[in-house]
């Protein structure tokens, strides 16, 4: 079960999923979540 940082990310996922446009502030919210999280992964990987 998905937990902390990865559910946040599942849950902007659902949020977004099947918008055609989304506001510019979603945008930048889910792109920092992103980038926060994938940064999170690489460094659990190395």
Same mark, same amino acid.
């Given at each position: &079960?998905? +937990? =902390?940082? +990865? !559910?946040?990310? %599942?849950? &902007?996922? !659902? @949020? %977004? !999923? *099947?918008?055609?446009?989304?506001? !510019? +502030?979603?945008?930048?919210? *889910?792109? @920092? %979540?992103?980038?926060?999280?994938? =940064?999170?992964?690489?460094?659990?990987?190395?």
């Amino acid at each position: &079960m998905a +937990e =902390g940082m +990865e !559910k946040e990310v %599942l849950s &902007m996922a !659902k @949020r %977004l !999923k *099947g918008q055609n446009e989304i506001s !510019k +502030e979603l945008f930048e919210q *889910g792109s @920092r %979540l992103l980038f926060c999280w994938t =940064g999170r992964v690489i460094r659990e990987e190395k």
